[in-house]
């Protein structure tokens, strides 16, 4: 690992969540430009929950690169969206951008039925990677309304949007869930947030049992550690986000790039056909039970 890797970000704070990725400094490396695909979803249709910066990002190249054609859902980053479509449609394939909230159930049966029309009526890939997290370090002063909308965005999208995109999934499709390194350690800010994610994990092992049973669809996840991505300075004070990733046994923040490849592994049927109801662990080092 380099010395410029390990060296902190700048102390940054941005005053909206989702936060922005051309407001970061440095910008996350999310492009996948180091990748050298083989094919392994060469054919394969893909939606994308948060797809529009970060991991979302990432993966949607990276499944790009390996062959998929790629529809990304995001709230309202519209800059940051039509630059990932930019970029997945570089690689020679299509890419659809679709706005709107996760967590309303209505919005989630649309979304499907629009990126089901655009991929030509299937989803073989379902990734729910949306989400989002608010400090709170006084439990006694939590919003209700922020714990209902955490919970509506990060736990209740995945049930939405698993629940209308199975109607155009094939058997033997692959679904992936973004869950975190706080389902399994905690956190004591992000106490909604970390709740959710554990939420996330009962769902993966709850939902890859009864869909494999039925219909001999994969459903695993991705608990990812401190990553650079917008929802860090979106989420933290800029004196923590230039600290962010520093406690990690590797001393540095994740970057995209180096999460994708999970999602590309459990996309695959070719890598990870014995694999169901797990959770893959990109979190620079951290060791967790599960």
């Given amino acids: ?81 039509e630059e990932t479509k930019r970029l997945v449609e570089a690689t020679g394939r299509k890419c659809l951008a679709i706005a709107g909230d996760v967590g309303d159930a209505a919005f989630c049966r649309q979304a499907m039925e629009q990126a089901a029309q655009f ?22 002063e939590i919003l209700e309304e922020q714990v209902e909308r955490t919970f509506r965005t990060n736990i209740l999208g995945q049930f939405w949007m698993t629940k209308y ?21 905690g956190s004591p800010g992000l106490i909604d947030y970390s709740s959710t994610k554990g939420a996330i994990v009962a769902f ?25 991505t917008p929802l860090i300075p979106a989420s933290f004070s800029a004196e923590s986000t230039a600290k962010h990733g520093t406690s990690a046994p590797m001393e540095r923040p994740g970057q995209p790039d180096e999460v994708a490849p999970c999602y590309i592994f459990l996309a695959a049927e070719s890598d990870s056909s014995y694999i169901n109801g797990q959770v893959l662990h990109p979190n620079g080092g951290t060791v967790v039970n599960g």
């Fill in 1 to 81: 690992m380099s010395d410029q890797q390990k060296t902190p970000q700048p102390p940054q704070k941005q005053d909206r969540q989702p936060g922005l990725e051309g407001e970061m400094r440095p910008q996350p490396r999310d492009r996948m430009e180091d990748w050298k695909p083989s094919g392994k979803l060469t054919g394969k249709r893909a939606v994308i929950t948060g797809g529009d910066s970060g991991i979302g990002r990432a993966v949607a190249i990276g499944f790009a690169k390996e062959g998929a054609d790629v529809v990304i859902l995001y709230k309202d980053e519209t800059q940051d969206a």
């Fill in 119 to 140: 991929l030509g009526g299937r989803i073989d890939i379902l990734v729910n990677n949306a989400a989002e997290q608010h400090i709170c370090n006084d439990f006694s």
């Fill in 165 to 185: 995109a199975l109607k155009r999934m094939p058997d033997g499709a692959a679904i992936i869930n973004t869950t975190s390194i706080t389902a399994y350690k």
């Fill in 204 to 228: 993966t092992r709850s939902l890859s049992q009864n869909l494999y049973e039925q219909r001999k669809i994969r459903v695993n996840a991705v608990a990812p550690g401190p990553i650079w």
